[in-house]
Structure formats: structure tokens, C-alpha cells
């Protein structure tokens, strides 16, 4: 009886589907495919890789969930999280104020040339994140580079940004150096689409320069700083150039197990843990989905409001 | 939507994060091909044949072998690629065979990572050519890098029995004498440090293979590796040893902390600011061509001993394998055998420098009787030969070498940076090593 009822009363929802347009499909197909091969099948890849465990002695098994419960117990792999955290709640402002400075310079009309600060502060951008890194190594030489001359000009060991204590700081200060021109582009293309009017209101109305950017160009910013923030936290659970050149020259401040990515990498090629690097892969890449999806939605409820 | 949209991408960016770091294919064991096929017949069949293979080596005279032996077998092409040195070179060669295509035909290997190829099948055993015949061509030390039981994984090239080279310039500037103990060796460098904050009389940062060494050359054994069973005591005698004089020169602060083969330690090298080196016998050629400032100034004199028997170790050194995934492996192991096993192979790395391992090329009096004048026309080789007879034997490394050296800095590492005693984190090395070996298979036992 209540069968009957079921199919009799989705019967007249058939006719309201709209028709499947085949040719639709031929559009789409061309991005399924690249989306299937380049994104899903290393990610599903991935995950198929965790479930396993290859030994050195014995081959490969099938072992459940044990990396994952080993991964969420491995202190080595959180102090690592709790690591690139730190380097995000800190850089991350500092590089984002001083892009949105820049920006709000430039774009305030008061600069002789213009397009030559952009041109500069986006110059570093432009430098292979792995070239940077070398540039930085020699600055940071305690003999060989800048900071040998200036050390051994003040007669003693100052600046010593290759300890473990200093490492994280030397990296976050080339991560601006590098991005910042970045963000300066995209905030400033931002306040580019402000209409001209809004600004003539302003001035009408007697609103000063601080009065102008805290009530239009701020507001016009909004999307821009969700982008950039995103990206940028993306960035940080992700740092894995800058440590990785640097090891050489500062081989005992920055451990195998430096950053998740650092570490990921190490286990799958110099130990041949590919099974659990790939589990420590997938954690870092949830972890990073859930904190960016945070920043997302309390990015977009203030755009609502 | 826009919401939904943003959070698509978000998400979307964050795996293919995820993705990246696992798109190394393959997963099964490695390659199959390691067989101990084929005959001394099929080498000389092959280099008739001709054909293509591809090298992957890092040493200065790689490139200058590979030529030769085009030159000799027209009908051989040999494609030479320098692919990093060390890990770098294996992370790609582990890599390809991972992936199942893109590895080389023959690769330079340096002893301490032959185990770990060859027990992952990732070397085609060499015995079938009759390679097991030419052990007695080889000194021993070098021999039994190459070999396990009767099957053979390569040819070795060079070797590194360890002296100590020194700046005779600062020595004589500051009035020390050549230590021939650890004691001498502490004292001199308390002094040197003393006369100058600037001046150090050696370095060390924290190495994983030097230590070994240093720890070799006490006498101490602290890998022991039977099949797939492994032993780890690195507080051993030889170890105790090796930490009883080092602590001292480590919590002290009289080793210069710049990490080694960098530009800083180069710079250092040149202008005498560390005064003397304990390594391996390949330190002379990289000096001369990395330290060019120092020209005449450096000499060689045997490693400082604990009670003044004369004892050495090896620190470093190559063989040639052919990779499992080679589809003309009579062809590799021809010219594996060219390289290292012929008079015109050995004499190319001979004058690039390198010290190397066969008894005929070490046993000529001409080699022995050669000055060196970066050496201030010393005969350096009759000092490094003499510390090639007093190696001690039965030295062993771990199938997992490469790995235990990048997380030396993890745990040893840690107590140079701070300049604490270095048996704590001994201990913790150890530690991981043997939980490291358990999960690859091994049985490992630390004591």
C-alpha cells in the first residue's frame, strides 16, 4: 500500500525534469577529463597509497587505517603543524599590512612614479621561489654573506639568523620579501575598480585621506583580503621551498621533520615511506581545506553584512 | 554560490597539494630484473651489438669515463647525466623506479647507500658476468661494499681511507705541533681557539657518515647487520671512545659550527680559519678545486690515534651498479666493468684526483711517489695508503644509511647546536633508527 503511495505520488514530478541536452556534455567533457586526470586521480592515488604499507623487507600490505592512527599520534608530524601555525598567525598579517600599505601608497596619487613602485615591489615575485632562496642563503651567510660583514663590522656575533632559534623568522621574512609585491598587485587592482565619484562625494562631504580609505577603500578591499588571506594560509601549510634550500646551511636548525610538507617529502624519498607520506599528505591537505574554509565563511558573512 | 564556489577552490588548491606530494606511482616492489643471469660471454657480445645506455654520476670524472669509453666502443652510446650528488641522485633514481620508467642504465653509488639498493632489488646482480671473479682486483674495504654473499651489486670505484690534512701555515703561525693523538688533537685546538676566537682547529656540525667514521676508527661496531637482522649499540666502546674526546671539543665550542661543503666552510678552508680536516682520501681534489686559496699551504699526516697504535676508517667512497630497471643489462655491466676494472678506466679517475680502489692502481710505485703541489709537493698518497692498511675490519652499515644520515641533525644534530653532550642524542638516533627498521621489515635490536 504505502509502495503505491510512494511511486503514485512521484509519478507527476517526471514530466517537470527538464530534458537532458546531450550536446551540453561536449562542453564540459574536455575539463572532466583534465579534472579527472590532473586532480582527482592523484588525490584518490593518494588516498589508495595510505591504506598501504611497503616495506623495504616484506613488499607492500594492506594495513586499514594504521597510517592515519599513527599520523595522529605522531609528535614528530604535529610539533610540525603547530610550526607552520605559528609561521601563519605571524607572517601572515605582517606580510598582508605591508602589501595593503603599499597598495593604499600607490594608489593614493601622492607617488611621483607610480608604476615604477608597483614594478619594484612585485620585482621579487618575479625571481623563482628557488633562486630567492639562494639569494637569501648568501645574505644570511654568518661568514660568507651580508650578515658576516655586518657582524664582523660590529665586532661580534649579532645577527645570527641561521640558529634554531632565528630559522623561522629568516624564513618568514623572505616569504614576505616574496609575496608581498603579490598581494600589493591584487589589493591594488581592487582599488582600482572604486568609481571616481565615490572619491569626489567623499571629498564634498569633507572626508580627509585616513576618513577615505577607512570608509571606501577598506570596505572595496574586503574580497580581496579573503583571497589573499586564503591564499596565504594555503602558503603556509604548504612551506617546503624556502626550509628545504636552507637546510644545507642551517642542516640543524631545520629538522627532517621541519614543516608537514618537509617532512612528507623526507619520509617518501630519503626513507621510502611513501605510504605514509601520503597519509601525512592527505591529513595536512584536510587540515588546510578546514582552516581555509573557516577564513572563507567569516570572510563572506562580513561581506554579507 | 559564490560561497560554494570559493570553497570548491579552496578545497580544490588544498589537494592538489595533497596530490603533488603522492604522485610518485608504483607501490609494488621494485624491479624484477635482478637476476644473477647471463654470462662473461653476453658482456663481449653486447659491446659488439653497441647500443645506447644512460650513466647518472656526480663524480669529476664521470663525464671524462664516459668518453673514453665511447671512444673505445664507437658503436656504444652513453648518454652521461649528472643528476645530483648523494640523495639527491637516489631520491631520482627511487623515484623512477617507482614510476617504472626514466631510470638510468648504470648509476654512481656511494657504499654507504649499496644496501639499501640492492636489498629493494633495485641493482641487478653482477654475478652471472663473472663479476665474482674480480674480487681480488679490489682492497677488501671497498670490495665488501659492493658485495652480499656471492652476488655482486657493482664495481667500486674510488675509496676514502681517512688522514688528517692540515694548514701548515697556521700551525706554524701559531706554533702547533702535528697532533698524533686525540689528546694532542683537543689540546691543539683549545690553544688555536684561544690564540684567536676566529680560528678553529676543525669543524664539524654534525655529520652522520664522519661520525660513523670517527667511531670506526675506535674500534667501535655499532651497526651490525645479519640478513634482516640488525643490531644498534651506539654506545658501544668505539662509540664511547669517539664521544670521550669529542664531547669535550663540542661543549667547549672548539669545532667551527659552519655546516660542511657549504660556501662559508669553503671560504674558511681557503684562508685558514679552520686549520685541519679529519676525512677521507678525496678531500685532497676537492680542497684543490674548492679551496684554491690555500694552495701550498695544506699537508697530509695520518689520523690522530687514542693510544698511539695507528688505526684509520673510511669515510666515503663509490661503487657503479646497474639498475634493475636497465633493458641492456650485459651492456651496463660491460661498461661498469670498463670504468673500473681496466687499467685506462682506473687511470681517468686517478688524474681526476681520486683515490682509488684496485689493488693494481694502489700497488704502483708511480702512484705512491706522486707530489701534490697543493700539498707543497708532499707525496699525499703514501700517507693515504698507509691509512688503507689500517682500516679496521668487519665495519658495517645500516640497510637504511641514507635515511639514518638525514635524521642525524634531528637528534645528534641537536646537541652540537646547542653544545651539550653528544651520547643523549646518540641515544635518541638510535631510537628512531630502530623503530625506522622495524617498520621497513627488519628485526632491529637496540642496545
Given at each position: 500500500m504505502a509502495v503505491t503511495v510512494a511511486s503514485g505520488s512521484k509519478a507527476p514530478a517526471r514530466p517537470r525534469r527538464r530534458p537532458v541536452i546531450s550536446s551540453g556534455w561536449a562542453f564540459v567533457i574536455p575539463f572532466l577529463i583534465f579534472f579527472a586526470i590532473a586532480i582527482l586521480a592523484p588525490v584518490v592515488y593518494a588516498i589508495y597509497l595510505s591504506l598501504f604499507r611497503d616495506q623495504l623487507v616484506g613488499g607492500s600490505s594492506f594495513v586499514g587505517l594504521a597510517n592515519y592512527a599513527q599520523a595522529l599520534t605522531d609528535p614528530d608530524f604535529w610539533f610540525g603543524v603547530g610550526r607552520?601555525?605559528?609561521?601563519?598567525?605571524?607572517?601572515?598579517?605582517?606580510?598582508?599590512?605591508?602589501?595593503?600599505?603599499?597598495?593604499?601608497?600607490?594608489?593614493?596619487?601622492?607617488?611621483?612614479?607610480?608604476?615604477?613602485?608597483?614594478?619594484?615591489?612585485?620585482?621579487?615575485?618575479?625571481?623563482?621561489?628557488?633562486?630567492?632562496?639562494?639569494?637569501?642563503?648568501?645574505?644570511?651567510?654568518?661568514?660568507?654573506?651580508?650578515?658576516?660583514?655586518?657582524?664582523?663590522?660590529?665586532?661580534?656575533?649579532?645577527?645570527?639568523?641561521l640558529t634554531p632559534e632565528w630559522v623561522l623568522g629568516s624564513i618568514a621574512n623572505i616569504a614576505v620579501w616574496e609575496f608581498a609585491g603579490y598581494n600589493m598587485v591584487i589589493f591594488y587592482a581592487a582599488l582600482r575598480t572604486v568609481p571616481n565619484e565615490l572619491y569626489e562625494a567623499a571629498s564634498l562631504d569633507g572626508a580627509g585621506a585616513f576618513r577615505t580609505i577607512l570608509s571606501i577603500k577598506l570596505p572595496a578591499l574586503r574580497g580581496a583580503l579573503v583571497i589573499t588571506t586564503i591564499f596565504s594560509i594555503i602558503g603556509s601549510?604548504?612551506?617546503?621551498?624556502?626550509?628545504?634550500?636552507?637546510?644545507?646551511?642551517?642542516?640543524?636548525?631545520?629538522?627532517?621533520?621541519?614543516?608537514?610538507?618537509?617532512?612528507?617529502?623526507?619520509?617518501?624519498?630519503?626513507?621510502?615511506?611513501?605510504?605514509?607520506?601520503?597519509?601525512?599528505?592527505?591529513?595536512?591537505?584536510?587540515?588546510?581545506?578546514?582552516?581555509?574554509?573557516?577564513?572563507?565563511?567569516?570572510?563572506?558573512?562580513?561581506?554579507?553584512? | 554560490m559564490k560561497r560554494t564556489r570559493i570553497a570548491a577552490a579552496v578545497l580544490t588548491a588544498a589537494l592538489i597539494g595533497t596530490g603533488l606530494a603522492a604522485c610518485s606511482p608504483g607501490g609494488g616492489a621494485g624491479g624484477g630484473a635482478a637476476a644473477g643471469s647471463g654470462s662473461p660471454a653476453d658482456l663481449e657480445a653486447a659491446l659488439e651489438k653497441g647500443g645506447e645506455i644512460t650513466?647518472?654520476?656526480?663524480?669529476?670524472?664521470?663525464?671524462?669515463?664516459?668518453?673514453?669509453?665511447?671512444?673505445?666502443?664507437?658503436?656504444?652510446?652513453?648518454?652521461?647525466?649528472?643528476?645530483?650528488?648523494?640523495?639527491?641522485?637516489?631520491?631520482?633514481?627511487?623515484?623512477?623506479?617507482?614510476?617504472?620508467?626514466?631510470?638510468?642504465?648504470?648509476?654512481?653509488?656511494?657504499?654507504?647507500?649499496?644496501?639499501?639498493?640492492?636489498?629493494?632489488?633495485?641493482?641487478?646482480?653482477?654475478?652471472?658476468?663473472?663479476?665474482?671473479?674480480?674480487?681480488?682486483?679490489?682492497?677488501?674495504?671497498?670490495?665488501?661494499?659492493?658485495?652480499?654473499?656471492?652476488?655482486?651489486?657493482?664495481?667500486?670505484?674510488?675509496?676514502?681511507?681517512?688522514?688528517?690534512?692540515?694548514?701548515?701555515?697556521?700551525?706554524?703561525?701559531?706554533?702547533?705541533?702535528?697532533?698524533?693523538?686525540?689528546?694532542?688533537?683537543?689540546?691543539?685546538?683549545?690553544?688555536?681557539?684561544?690564540?684567536?676566537?676566529?680560528?678553529?682547529?676543525?669543524?664539524?656540525?654534525?655529520?652522520?657518515?664522519?661520525?660513523?667514521?670517527?667511531?670506526?676508527?675506535?674500534?667501535?661496531?655499532?651497526?651490525?647487520?645479519?640478513?634482516?637482522d640488525v643490531t644498534i649499540d651506539l654506545q658501544d666502546e668505539g662509540t664511547a671512545k669517539w664521544t670521550g674526546v669529542w664531547n669535550d671539543l663540542v661543549e667547549k665550542k672548539l669545532l667551527s659550527p659552519t655546516p660542511s661543503y657549504t660556501d662559508d666552510w669553503y671560504k674558511q678552508l681557503g684562508n685558514g680559519q679552520i686549520a685541519a680536516l679529519i676525512s677521507g682520501a678525496w678531500m685532497p681534489s676537492l680542497l684543490e678545486s674548492a679551496a684554491p686559496e690555500g694552495s701550498g699551504d695544506w699537508q697530509a699526516a695520518p689520523m690522530p690515534t687514542y693510544d698511539g697504535t695507528a688505526a684509520s676508517a673510511n669515510f666515503g667512497g663509490s661503487a657503479q651498479g646497474v639498475i634493475s630497471q636497465t633493458k641492456n643489462p650485459a651492456l651496463a655491466a660491460a661498461f661498469v666493468q670498463w670504468i673500473n676494472d681496466t687499467p685506462e678506466g682506473v687511470q681517468i679517475l686517478q688524474d681526476s684526483g681520486s683515490?682509488?680502489?684496485?689493488?693494481?692502481?694502489?700497488?704502483?710505485?708511480?702512484?705512491?711517489?706522486?707530489?701534490?703541489?697543493?700539498?707543497?709537493?708532499?707525496?699525499?698518497?703514501?700517507?693515504?695508503?698507509?691509512?688503507?692498511?689500517?682500516?679496521?675490519?668487519?665495519?658495517?652499515?645500516?640497510?637504511?644509511?641514507?635515511?639514518?644520515?638525514?635524521?642525524?641533525?634531528?637528534?645528534?644534530?641537536?646537541?652540537?647546536?646547542?653544545?651539550?653532550?653528544?651520547?643523549?642524542?646518540?641515544?635518541?638516533?638510535?631510537?628512531?633508527?630502530?623503530?625506522?627498521?622495524?617498520?621497513?621489515?627488519?628485526?632491529?635490536?637496540?642496545?
Open positions: 607552520v601555525f605559528g609561521f601563519m598567525i605571524i607572517q601572515v598579517p605582517i606580510m598582508l599590512v605591508f602589501s595593503l600599505i603599499a597598495a593604499l601608497a600607490i594608489d593614493s596619487g601622492r607617488l611621483r612614479a607610480p608604476g615604477f613602485y608597483r614594478i619594484l615591489l612585485f620585482l621579487p615575485y618575479a625571481v623563482p621561489g628557488v633562486v630567492a632562496v639562494l639569494i637569501w642563503g648568501f645574505i644570511y651567510g654568518p661568514r660568507f654573506g651580508l650578515v658576516g660583514s655586518i657582524n664582523s663590522f660590529l665586532g661580534a656575533q649579532i645577527f645570527t639568523p601549510f604548504q612551506l617546503f621551498n624556502e626550509p628545504n634550500l636552507l637546510k644545507p646551511i642551517a642542516p640543524n636548525a631545520i629538522t627532517s621533520t621541519f614543516t608537514p610538507n618537509l617532512y612528507a617529502y623526507n619520509l617518501a624519498f630519503t626513507g621510502q615511506q611513501y605510504n605514509y607520506s601520503a597519509t601525512i599528505a592527505i591529513v595536512m591537505g584536510l587540515i588546510t581545506a578546514v582552516i581555509a574554509y573557516v577564513v572563507q565563511l567569516r570572510g563572506t558573512r562580513k561581506e554579507l553584512r | 650513466y647518472w654520476a656526480w663524480a669529476p670524472a664521470s663525464e671524462a669515463k664516459a668518453k673514453a669509453f665511447e671512444e673505445k666502443y664507437p658503436n656504444v652510446t652513453v648518454n652521461y647525466v649528472n643528476a645530483g650528488s648523494g640523495v639527491d641522485e637516489y631520491t631520482k633514481i627511487t623515484n623512477a623506479i617507482k614510476a617504472g620508467t626514466g631510470a638510468p642504465d648504470v648509476a654512481q653509488i656511494e657504499y654507504t647507500a649499496m644496501p639499501q639498493f640492492y636489498l629493494a632489488d633495485n641493482l641487478v646482480d653482477l654475478s652471472g658476468y663473472g663479476f665474482g671473479d674480480l674480487e681480488d682486483d679490489y682492497i677488501p674495504g671497498s670490495w665488501s661494499a659492493v658485495a652480499s654473499g656471492d652476488k655482486v651489486f657493482g664495481l667500486p670505484e674510488d675509496s676514502g681511507p681517512m688522514a688528517m690534512f692540515y694548514n701548515k701555515r697556521v700551525f706554524d703561525q701559531y706554533g702547533i705541533s702535528v697532533p698524533t693523538t686525540w689528546d694532542e688533537f683537543s689540546a691543539a685546538a683549545e690553544k688555536l681557539h684561544a690564540a684567536d676566537p676566529n680560528q678553529y682547529l676543525t669543524s664539524d656540525g654534525g655529520d652522520g657518515y664522519f661520525a660513523s667514521s670517527m667511531i670506526w676508527q675506535a674500534g667501535g661496531h655499532p651497526f651490525q647487520v645479519d640478513g634482516t683515490f682509488p680502489s684496485t689493488v693494481a692502481a694502489l700497488t704502483a710505485p708511480e702512484f705512491a711517489e706522486a707530489t701534490s703541489d697543493y700539498f707543497g709537493g708532499q707525496q699525499v698518497n703514501k700517507v693515504l695508503l698507509a691509512a688503507a692498511d689500517t682500516v679496521p675490519e668487519g665495519w658495517q652499515y645500516l640497510p637504511f644509511q641514507t635515511y639514518a644520515q638525514t635524521i642525524f641533525a634531528d637528534s645528534v644534530g641537536q646537541a652540537y647546536a646547542s653544545n651539550s653532550d653528544l651520547n643523549p642524542g646518540l641515544m635518541k638516533w638510535q631510537e628512531s633508527l630502530v623503530s625506522y627498521g622495524n617498520e621497513q621489515g627488519f628485526t632491529v635490536t637496540g642496545k
